[in-house]
T-cell receptor, first 112, second 113 residues
Framework: DTAVSQTPKYLVTQMGNDKSIKCEQN?????MYWYKQDSKKFLKIMFS???????INETVPNRFSPKSPDKAHLNLHINSLELGDSAVYFC???????????FGPGTRLTVT | AQSVTQPDIHITVSEGASLELRCNYS??????LFWYVQSPGQGLQLLLK??????LVQGIKGFEAEFKRSQSSFNLRKPSVHWSDAAEYFC???????????FGKGTLLTVNP
């Protein structure tokens, strides 16, 4: 009974390619997020959707485009991948601020 | 703007010893505060949370944290550390209408046998 799942777990690709990461949550939460964790383990929010509506967009290059087909899914598409995009990307979901967020297992993206 | 400071990058303790991980936050209103743990190669697991009420909160795995408004702190404690507690620990502050979490840079805990 995985609460927040992401696919793929690992993604290795070359510079310039386009790739997508998928996220699904079965918790019935209204809000979903994408976070990026860099090589120094620093976690930073990228995007947040509430009921399929974008509510946070944190100065992320427009090569990154989130898409939420329904409130249980939030996908991340990345165009023209760069070396600096290498990181672990975490999807998360939340129902209210006091509850905290539930995180997926992460997708380790390596750009060569 | 909200921010979190975890002053200790790396802490080493012996198994069975007590533990305190420090966290200081900056937030304009009453904060929601959280501690998460990340084991190597894993996602983040919520240990405990605080918004209101008793300032000493209990979490999973025997952890507790104390909210001190006057010090803007939310330190994590455990009376006796187990080898399986070795991991990265993140303090986070959140709130507002967008539920955004801002994380500290993490504290790596090493447990010696």
């Amino acid at each position: 009974d995985t609460a927040v799942s992401q696919t793929p777990k690992y993604l290795v690709t070359q510079m310039g390619n386009d790739k997508s990461i998928k996220c699904e949550q079965n918790l019935g939460h209204d809000t979903m997020y994408w976070y990026k964790q860099d090589s120094k383990k620093f976690l930073k929010i990228m995007f947040s959707y509430n009921n399929k509506e974008l509510i946070i967009n944190e100065t992320v290059p427009n090569r990154f485009s989130p898409k939420s087909p329904d409130k249980a899914h939030l996908n991340l598409h990345i165009n023209s991948l760069e070396l600096g995009d290498s990181a672990v990307y975490f999807c998360a979901s939340s129902q209210n601020p006091g509850q905290g967020s539930y995180f997926g297992p992460g997708t380790r993206l390596t750009v060569t | 703007a909200q921010s979190v400071t975890q002053p200790d990058i790396h802490i080493t303790v012996s198994e069975g010893a007590s533990l305190e991980l420090r966290c200081n936050y900056s937030y304009g209103a009453t904060p929601y505060l959280f501690w998460y743990v990340q084991s190597p190669g894993q996602g983040l697991q919520l240990l405990l949370k605080y918004f209101s009420g008793d300032t000493l909160v209990q979490g999973i795995k025997g952890f507790e944290a104390e909210f001190k408004r006057s010090q803007s702190s939310f330190n994590l404690r455990k009376p006796s550390v187990h080898w399986s507690d070795a991991a990265e620990y993140f303090c986070a502050v959140g709130g507002g209408s967008n539920y955004k979490l801002t994380f500290g840079k993490g504290t790596l805990l090493t447990v010696n046998p």
